[in-house]
C-alpha cells in the first residue's frame, strides 16, 4: 500500500520565472527565510527582480540601450 504523498508543483517557464504553487518558504542565500501565502508564486529566474526572490516582470524588459543617431 502506498502513502498519498501532496506533491508541490514547480513550473519552470522558459525565459520566465519558476512557478510554485503556495504557499511557500524560500530560505535565501544569507540563511533569511521569505514566505508567500499565495496559491500561486512566481520566483525570479533572472535575478533582475527588484523585489528578488520573487518575480516582478523585469524579465520582460529588455537591456538593450536605444542606438543613438548622428544629429542631422
Not at 519552470?12 to 512557478?19: A, D, K, Q
Not at 496559491?39 to 516582470?57: Q, W
Amino acid at each position: 500500500m502506498t502513502a498519498n504523498i501532496k506533491r508541490t508543483r514547480v513550473r519552470i517557464e522558459p525565459g520566465g520565472p519558476v512557478l510554485v504553487e503556495g504557499p511557500v518558504e524560500i530560505v535565501m542565500p544569507d540563511g533569511e527565510t521569505v514566505t508567500s501565502d499565495r496559491f500561486l508564486v512566481a520566483l525570479c529566474a533572472c535575478r533582475r527582480s527588484k523585489t528578488y526572490p520573487f518575480c516582478d516582470t523585469s524579465h520582460r524588459r529588455r537591456s538593450r540601450q536605444a542606438v543613438q543617431r548622428p544629429d542631422e
